[in-house]
T-cell receptor
Framework: DTGVSQDPRHKITKRGQNVTFRCDPISEHNRLYWYRQTLGQGPEFLTYFQNEAQLEKSRLLSDRFSAERPKGSFSTLEIQRTEQGDSAMYLCASSTGTSSYETQYFGPGTRLLVL | DQQVKQNSPSLSVQEGRISILNCDYT??????FLWYKKYPAEGPTFLIS?????DKNEDGRFTVFLNKSAKHLSLHIVPSQPGDSAVYFCAASGGNLGSNYKLTFGKGTLLTVNP
């Protein structure tokens, strides 16, 4: 299967701890996106990369959040000093990056619970 | 503000009948619209899309209609099957310069298809 993969699928942590999530996009997809989904809401955009360049960040992405895509392949999303409000499903998506009308393909998500 | 609205939180239909899911948007700069299906604890799965230059797109049992003047789109599923039971999200992209690629989602509609 060559879809988007995310690791871990579930993470339980204590408030104040740091967590890091990984996303592996579909091979040769140049654009990679991070979204967050909370209960009863649709996914909300956090940030996106064109190859290794981070081109846009939502105001939802506080200073405690950082994302990287060092070689334009996989990406990591780190949350420092986690808070209970960070509990959510974190979704990664990728697209080809060759046109304006693009379909984004999503991974299975990482469900984070902050106690 | 909610730029993409799905006003029906839930919809129940009988197997074999038509399911119609509705979506309204407020940002006239949106030019690409997508429908995703989501099962619990999984990422969204792409179903069908439509660009603003079209008013209809069909793929098997799924048809999406776009009414630009009313800023409204709908997803028709015919015939509905029990396996179609899931949350359906409407999403849109385009908008302000530099934000062409991020998706803005509605809150979703839970479709239940009864045997």
């Amino acid at each position: 299967d060559t879809g988007v993969s995310q690791d871990p699928r579930h993470k339980i942590t204590k408030r104040g701890q740091n967590v890091t999530f990984r996303c592996d996009p579909i091979s040769e997809h140049n654009r990679l996106y991070w979204y967050r989904q909370t209960l009863g809401q649709g996914p909300e955009f956090l940030t996106y990369f064109q190859n290794e360049a981070q081109l846009e960040k939502s105001r939802l992405l506080s200073d405690r959040f950082s994302a990287e895509r060092p070689k334009g392949s996989f990406s990591t999303l780190e949350i420092q000093r986690t808070e209970q409000g960070d509990s959510a499903m974190y979704l990664c998506a990728s697209s080809t990056g060759t046109s304006s009308y693009e379909t984004q393909y999503f991974g299975p998500g990482t469900r984070l619970l902050v106690l | 503000d909610q730029q993409v609205k799905q006003n029906s939180p839930s919809l129940s239909v009988q197997e074999g009948r038509i399911s119609i899911l509705n979506c309204d948007y407020t940002n006239s700069m949106f030019d690409y619209f997508l429908w995703y299906k989501k099962y619990p604890a999984e990422g969204p799965t792409f179903l069908i899309s439509i660009s603003s230059i079209k008013d209809k797109n069909e793929d098997g049992r799924f048809t999406v209609f776009l009414n630009k003047s009313a800023k409204h789109l709908s997803l028709h599923i015919v015939p509905s099957q029990p396996g179609d039971s899931a949350v359906y999200f409407c999403a849109a992209s385009g908008g302000n310069l530099g934000s062409n690629y991020k998706l803005t989602f509605g809150k979703g509609t839970l479709l239940t298809v009864n045997p």
